[in-house]
């Protein structure tokens, strides 16, 4: 039996009839760039996360190169984030001429509040929280010194649409939010896709404006902009997906609580869900020893999993060229060693994750006996 980590495939599959019916209206109507698909996902995504505006744009990587960019980061500016995430969330600080200033994380991988303070200074411009996996940071920690220092926080939600924490959703806490809805994620399109989120109508209208080359019309140029436009299509498949995602969201969070249940804790760590969390399981990441080991084993037995992340970003060739200094991140650089991603995708049979459990704990047991 192989148990695959996605099954995008599967998805395909299971919409095919519908979704090329959405295809085809789309198809016939001769509006591929822009177009009232577009208009109805913002207005779908400002409904659903409660806030005022949404933007269509055409990755997570552009939603937070231009959140940054109306924030106003230029060339020697500092934005405060993690090392343990996927590559774009440094790349865009980095292709503005700013400097990343990596805090290291919890146990649970989030950014590690008490560290955030003594890493402003009189260049910091922003402050990233990563909401890696679908948990939301310890924003009841962080939002206080953002405001005692008056730094906006943009947050990188590109796994946590739908999370909440308190209740309000990911994307809503600070200045702007980010998502991506690359087909990997919960609400996936059929390409690269993204949006941003913020209550703030002139941020709205600033990046409104330099998604489309800065046009404000056919010819005038207001401000010299980007191409970061969703295509009507993306918005259409995406409008389509949105109306599963809550049910996509239960079954992850249902497939996860089956780990819960039957991990040995004794060889596996998982990073617990608060009261005040809701967490959508993007991934399902866990910390273990012998990861490589393990890993080799789960493929042995027909289990694909994954890594998020080897190699963390403070220590990838391309940031080592700058020559950056950076922060004690002991932590980051411990779970690198540890962290396995194991498959949580909406297809798995609870068969097939008590499967992946028994391979885990047998691993463990078998190295205690030998």
Do not use: W
């Amino acid at each position: 039996m192989k148990i695959p980590y996605v099954n995008l495939p599967k998805q395909y599959f299971k919409e095919r009839k519908s979704l090329l019916s959405v295809i085809d209206k789309v198809l016939k109507s001769g509006q591929y760039v822009g177009g009232d698909e577009v208009e109805k996902f913002e207005k779908n995504i400002s409904l659903l996360l409660k806030t005022k505006h949404c933007i269509a744009l055409n990755s997570g990587t552009d939603a937070l190169t231009l959140g940054l960019h109306s924030l106003g980061v230029r060339k020697n500016d500092e934005v405060i984030t993690t090392s343990n995430s996927f590559i774009a969330s440094t790349a865009v600080i980095v292709h503005l001429g700013a400097k990343p200033v990596f805090v290291d994380v919890k146990k649970d991988q989030t950014i590690n509040p008490e560290l955030i303070e003594r890493a402003v200074t009189n260049k910091t411009k922003a402050i990233m929280v990563v909401h890696l996996t679908g948990r939301i940071c310890d924003m009841d920690k962080i939002i206080p010194i953002a405001k005692k220092y008056n730094i906006p926080i943009i947050e990188d939600a590109a796994q946590a649409i739908g999370s909440k924490y308190r209740n309000k959703y990911a994307g809503t806490f600070g200045k702007i939010g980010c998502f991506s809805a690359h087909p990997l994620k919960n609400l996936n399109a059929l390409g690269d896709s993204g949006y941003l989120t913020t209550s703030s109508t002139k941020i709205a209208e600033l990046i409104r404006d330099v998604r489309n080359h800065g046009m404000t019309n056919r010819n005038r140029i207001k401000n010299f902009g980007y191409v970061s436009r969703m295509d009507n299509l993306q918005a259409a498949v995406l409008n389509f997906r949105l109306k599963n995602l809550k049910s996509i969201i239960k079954k992850r969070r249902k497939n996860a609580e089956i780990y819960f249940k039957n991990l040995n804790k004794k060889y596996v760590f998982i990073p617990p869900e608060t009261k005040k969390e809701f967490n959508t399981y993007h991934t399902f990441v866990v910390q273990v020893s012998k990861r490589d080991k393990l890993k080799r084993y789960l493929k042995s037995k027909g289990i694909e999993t994954s890594i998020h992340y080897p190699i963390p970003i403070h220590l990838q060739p391309a940031l080592k060229k700058l020559k950056y200094k950076f922060l004690n991140l002991n932590q980051t650089e411990k779970q690198s060693k540890n962290i396995i991603t194991l498959p949580i995708n909406q297809f798995l049979k609870e068969s097939e994750i008590k499967k992946i459990c028994f391979e885990v704990n047998n691993f463990y047991e078998d190295i205690k006996i030998s």
